[in-house]
């Protein structure tokens, strides 16, 4: 083959290999970390006729959770994740969409979200005047540095409680692998894994929006 149609050859690779991992991106939520022209948006379901559940969310947020960090090694070197904050960014974009309403209050402690369903509590108020308290709990975060990719894997867990006692708990598990080229960071990879994890909380979600249903 002669030079020039390698060349030519190489560059039609190069570029299919670009619009497949462009395309791949699309599939999932924004990351907070991402620019603005990069930014990608939780599905809208409203798109295929479905319209946002019809309930009021209260979304309690435990400082364990939005403070939450994990450390990676990469290639020898330490990587502090802020794991936490944007996972508590992207839920709020994608519950914003999937629920009709959705208010959010950061707690000190989950032990503090709970005691806040309680009738007694001073501040059941703000649980009365909503449908369903939402709190957000990390089950698992795991990562690992392989001689030729790097791999990421976060598991998210919401409870949902009802104002009448009852309550859903859904789950959603996100992972995500890159080479290790210049262009995709370990923080690309944690990323990429976290709004996997949060668009398959949606999916949960949607899956059993019956069960939201006043």
Known sequence: ??????IVVLFMLFTLGCSTMTGSEHRISRGSGDSPENALTPMDYSQY????????ILLLVPAEFERF???SYYEGNSVRHLIGRDAELEMRDAFGIEFAKVEVLPVRSETRAIEILSSNDPENARVRACDYVAIP???RVDSMDRREKYEFEIDLQVEFNAKNGSSITIKGHGESMIGKYAYLTPEKGASMALQNAVSALLDGIEKGRNHFVR
């Open 1 to 6: 083959m002669k030079p020039i149609k390698i």
């Open 49 to 56: 006729g479905r319209p946002p559940i019809p309930v009021k």
């Open 69 to 71: 960090e994990h450390v």
């Open 137 to 139: 709990k990390f089950l």
